[in-house]
């Protein structure tokens, strides 16, 4: 038997930008073959280049991903795509969007129950500018509450538009034990979303809270030497760290910085554009990134 396809659950309330995360990760998968559970087409923006195929409750990519419709049943529609996969094409990870007043926690426990499955972990996003005050709704505050303590990591959103982020951050640790990244837009390193439940959680699929995450912002160009030294010289409990980089020696050019495990890897993107100031964000046990130095 083959080894278990990682599956992963991205939830959330309603609005809160589970799709433009979902958008994000098929325009970046980055050679990872994605197979995406969807309710609704509709709301996928799909850049029409990357459609390779259109074929009723599928849309399959040109970077070898494939979007499914779920149509009465999550679990009938779950079951004909991992059978559809053996029969042809094998894919990296399975990724389902819940809906908006879905517990994701339940739906993640069907990797409990199907061996062809690993729970890889549960994603929240959260909207930064209104979570505490539907929290406090007394008609949808038990989903939303629900929906936070579920989550392996919470995916804090519309960063933007909130007021006191320290205090709302305080708030989100006291909801859940889940480690929380900050985004605008869904704008975050994708690879920080997967290996959740191998690296975070416990044996029964509830978070242990080991993770922390860290992130630095430098508006000005950043000594090449310098952030490279620090990334080199991490413990070894930093587990990942993917950034957008200005470096100084070349102001004009996009640099990506790809750190995992021991592996560090630089690459030149192209022009700098109009993108904001450099970014880098670090995942890996809280002790340690509790030592790392703010830039």
Not at 173 to 187: K, V
Not at 224 to 231: K, N
């Amino acid at each position: 038997m083959s080894e278990p396809i990682p599956f992963t659950v991205i939830g959330g309330f309603l609005g809160v930008g589970k799709t433009t995360l979902l958008n994000r990760l098929l325009r970046g998968a980055e050679g990872r073959r994605f197979a995406v559970l969807v309710n609704d087409f509709g709301a996928l923006d799909i850049d029409g280049g990357l459609v390779a195929a259109h074929g009723g409750d599928t849309i399959a990519l040109a970077n070898g991903c494939l979007c499914c419709t779920i149509g009465d049943s999550l679990v009938t529609t779950l079951l004909g795509l991992l059978e559809r996969q053996e029969q042809r094409e094998r894919f990296d990870h399975i990724v389902v969007e819940a809906s908006g007043v879905a517990d994701p926690g339940r739906i993640a426990d069907l990797a409990v129950l199907e061996p062809r499955l690993a729970r890889d972990g549960v994603i929240v996003v959260v909207d930064a500018a209104q979570v505490r005050e539907r929290a406090a709704d007394r008609r949808v505050g038990d989903t939303i509450l629900r929906q936070l303590k579920a989550a392996d990591l919470l995916v804090l959103n519309k960063t933007d538009l909130a007021g006191d982020l320290p205090a709302l951050r305080d708030w989100l640790s006291a909801q859940s034990m889940a480690p929380i990244l900050e985004a605008r837009h869904g704008d975050l390193p994708l690879d920080l979303l997967f290996g959740l439940d191998r690296t975070g959680a416990s044996g029964d699929g509830s978070t242990v809270g080991a993770f922390a995450s860290w992130s630095y912002q430098w508006p000005e160009p950043v000594e090449r030497a310098d952030l490279l030294a620090m990334l080199h010289e991490a413990p070894g409990e930093v587990l990942r760290a993917k950034g957008i980089v200005r470096f100084a020696d070349a102001p004009d050019r996009r640099a990506v910085v790809h750190l995992v495990g021991r592996r560090l890897d630089v690459s030149d993107e192209g022009p700098w554009g109009d993108t904001a100031g450099s970014r880098l964000v670090m995942l890996g046990l809280k002790p340690v990134l509790g030592l790392l130095p703010r830039e």
